[in-house]
């Protein structure tokens, strides 16, 4: 159900007996020889990227993923599958779908639907955090579609097309921001710019004392 932690497959080490590339990494059954890396390799696009506060963790998220990567070495240490992260995976302008807390310990996404995701960066151990608040039917499959974190670790900004919303890490509301309605955007595939739809994004000040949205 939607309230599972989504688990995350942590990578193995290299069978012993099986062939090696030429940085140790384990070949393809029949292969001699490898052109390229696997490592800091995110399959398809990732249009996300995290860098952890303490640099020895890097994150990334696409089509395919999630994916934690070790900084000095660039090798994979887990990943999780797209249906652990929201049903939407298009970026909207500007927005940030992956944001570490300042101890550099999680890593938090947008959840599936309205909430968040928030994952053990040496383990890819998930907890999935509903939040409290009421939006429009129609936003309900698609959830948030941008987030910040303050400074301090303690207050997220979730932003969609109806507001934006403060929460605390247990999913507490304390503030909402309404938004207005989105006049209509027009064809998105007549312009490359234009978003696919309303939303609205939030970015915490330096100080944690200020929000811009």
Not at 3 to 24: F, H, M, R, T, Y
Not at 51 to 70: E, N, R
Not at 115 to 144: H, N, R, S
Not at 176 to 184: A, E, K, L, N, T
Request: charged share 20%.
């Amino acid at each position: 159900g939607d309230g599972e932690a989504p688990i995350a497959v942590v990578a193995q080490p290299a069978d012993e007996q099986a062939p090696l590339d030429s940085i140790g990494d384990p070949l393809p059954e029949a292969a001699r020889l490898r052109l390229g890396t696997l490592r800091f390799r995110h399959p398809g696009s990732a249009w996300g990227l995290a860098l952890a506060p303490d640099g020895k963790s890097v994150l990334t998220i696409g089509w395919q993923g999630l994916y934690a990567w070790d900084a000095a070495t660039g090798k994979e240490r887990w990943h999780a599958e797209p249906s652990a992260l929201p049903h939407s995976l298009n970026p909207s302008v500007g927005a940030i779908r992956l944001v570490f807390t300042p101890d550099g310990k999680h890593c938090i996404t947008l959840g599936r639907n309205i909430g968040f995701t928030m994952w053990e960066v040496g383990t890819g151990q998930a907890t999935t955090i509903a939040v409290d608040v009421q939006l429009q039917a129609k936003l309900l499959p698609l959830g948030f579609t941008s987030l910040d974190i303050s400074p301090d670790g303690k207050t997220l900004a979730l932003g969609c097309s109806e507001a934006l919303v403060l929460c605390d890490l247990p999913g507490t509301t304390p503030a909402r921001i309404g938004m207005r309605p989105p006049p209509p955007l027009g064809d998105p595939n007549k312009d490359r710019l234009l978003a696919s739809d309303g939303f609205s994004y939030g970015r915490f000040a330096p100080d944690g004392q200020s929000l811009a949205v």
